[in-house]
């Protein structure tokens, strides 16, 4: 299997600029992440820095705020906002949250049933 994109639209959490990007769907990352041109331009604001865990090792980027859209699911998700990442990954937290998951044997999404508990 190859990897998978999708295409979200993301804005600030007012909903303004929202923007349409390619995003890498990363089933190995729990977090999302934009790069930092890309927050900028979007009007999305760091709240604060925290340490990662990358294939890299740990680093510190800055955590934001965005209004994210896939398909025609939607919802305020924390973002991380990285100077060294050039695309968008589209971790498991926002797409489980959303309700899919990538169908190992086409690589498309497909929509799954949320779990309460």
Known sequence: MGHSWVEIEVSSLERKKPVKLKALVDTGATLTALPEKIAKEIGIE?????????????????????????????????????????RVLLGVVVLETLGFEVDPATGTLKERPLLLY
């Open 46 to 86: 760091p709240v604060s820095e925290e340490k990662v865990m990358t294939g890299a090792g740990m680093v510190k980027v800055k955590r934001g705020r965005a209004w994210i859209r896939l398909k025609d699911k939607e919802g305020p998700f924390d973002v991380w906002i990285s100077d060294f990442i050039d």
